[in-house]
């Protein structure tokens, strides 16, 4: 399928309408109405339903949505991959959890580019569903995540418990979670058990969806949130901030995720770092 036809579906849907994907994508709008209509016909399927207000999606729209994700996901892999085939022997593609970059998979990368320098590195943020999605369609040949769906092909290696703890660098002996509350996204797993740890708290006052960087709120502001243990243990042992003891503890055991037919000879030197790595935890 000529993968402009899959573009130019995806900005229908961002903009609400064929005129605003035609602005987007820098084509008339009679070429967007030409090219939905070729989509449309190939599948057999109404993708939208189209008014004055703009155009919305049909159950069909709605189901080819993610496999057009997909395939532009697929081809601007293969772009990059063969692109970069010229200077590099070969590529590898890693994802991860938020949590899991600073102070293990950015670890991981400087030793990789230290002693592998002839395969080129991409790396992604993603939530254990996208990136398990991302390896079955081919464009992640790794991930690290929590929560790990088992599906045939992909093999699944626990790595580390990852601990998650509540800090402040204000008054811990106040109610728990207080005014002062932050809450991080680290991620459908973690908003689960933070729900039925805190049944009565809802609408937080400030929301980060930054991942550690977080920390660096809490290190300039009187406040408290739920960040990595590994992380937030150097600046607890320093006084920076303080562990609140009473307040609940969440273990996310992280796993390496990778298809089972990879280039074992090319492919275990990377996964023999990240192990290695992973012990130091």
Not at 57 to 70: E, M, N, V
Not at 85 to 98: C, K, M, T, Y
């Amino acid at each position: 399928m000529d993968i402009n036809l899959a573009r130019t579906f995806l900005a229908v849907i961002e903009t609400g309408s064929f005129v605003g994907a035609a602005g987007r994508i820098h084509v008339t709008q009679s070429t967007v109405s030409s090219r939905i209509k070729t989509l449309e016909d190939s599948i057999g399927q109404t993708l939208f339903e189209r008014s004055k207000a703009g155009a919305t999606l049909t159950r069909p729209g709605l189901q080819f949505q993610k496999h057009a994700l997909a395939l532009v996901r697929v081809w601007e892999h293969a772009r990059l991959e063969v692109g970069l085939a010229e200077r590099h022997a070969d590529h590898l593609a890693v994802g991860g959890q938020f949590s899991l970059w600073d102070g293990f998979l950015l670890t991981w990368i400087t030793w990789a580019r230290e002693n592998i320098p002839e395969i080129a590195i991409s790396a992604s943020l993603g939530f254990s569903t996208g990136l398990m999605e991302r390896l079955v369609e081919g464009t992640l040949d790794l991930a690290i995540m929590y929560r790990p769906v088992h599906r045939p092909g992909l093999l699944v290696e626990h790595l580390f418990d990852e601990e998650l703890v509540m800090v402040t660098s204000g008054d811990d002996s106040g109610q728990i979670p207080g005014t002062d509350y932050i809450v991080i996204n680290w991620g459908p797993e973690f908003q689960a058990d933070h729900a039925t740890a805190f049944p009565n708290f809802s609408h937080p006052g400030l929301f980060l969806d930054l991942g550690t960087l977080g920390v660096n709120y809490l290190l300039e502001n009187k406040a408290t949130g739920y960040f990595p243990l590994r992380i937030t243990k150097p600046l607890i042992d320093d006084g920076k901030l303080k562990l609140v003891k009473r307040a609940p503890r969440f273990v996310y055991p992280a796993f390496l995720v990778y298809p089972d037919d990879s280039d074992r000879e090319a492919f275990q030197p990377f996964l023999n770092g990240i192990r290695r790595i992973a012990e130091k935890l």
